[in-house]
């Protein structure tokens, strides 16, 4: 069974950075394929990006390409979301996806396992 946590979420301003975790449990996360997703009040959940198991590449729509960043981390087994050049359109709950009975996103997934999230406000 695949257990994740988000963390590092927070009120920030237009052009900050910001950095999210995702913390496994009972998994490694070098194994398994991770994505990243949002979901804004009224809206439809939203792919991030996503890194693959198999060559650790990452994936990305071009919608954030070039300003969200998917790492690993192998010596805390961490997955981490960096996020720069907040936008007040980046407002949302924040969630990491572990393997499960789900959708694939791109290239990685099936995606079935979520955490809490973590909400980002980005507010002047």
């Known amino acids: 069974q695949f257990r994740i946590a988000e963390s590092g979420g927070g009120l920030v301003q237009p052009g900050d950075s910001l950095k999210l975790s995702c913390t496994p449990s009972g998994f490694n996360v070098w194994d398994w394929d991770i994505g990243w997703f949002r979901q804004a009040p009224g809206m439809e959940r939203e792919g991030l990006g996503c890194?693959?198991?198999?060559?650790?590449?990452?994936y990305y729509p071009d919608s954030v390409k070039g300003r969200f960043t998917i790492l690993r981390d192998r010596a805390n087994n961490m997955v981490y979301l960096q996020i720069h050049s907040l936008k007040t359109e980046d407002t949302a709950v924040y969630y990491c996806?572990?393997?499960?009975?789900?959708?694939?996103?791109?290239?990685?997934?099936?995606?079935?396992?979520w955490g809490q999230g973590t909400q980002v406000t980005v507010s002047s």
């Open positions: 890194i693959s198991a198999a060559d650790g590449s990452a």
């Open positions: 996806a572990a393997p499960g009975p789900g959708p694939s996103w791109g290239e990685c997934g099936p995606f079935g396992s």
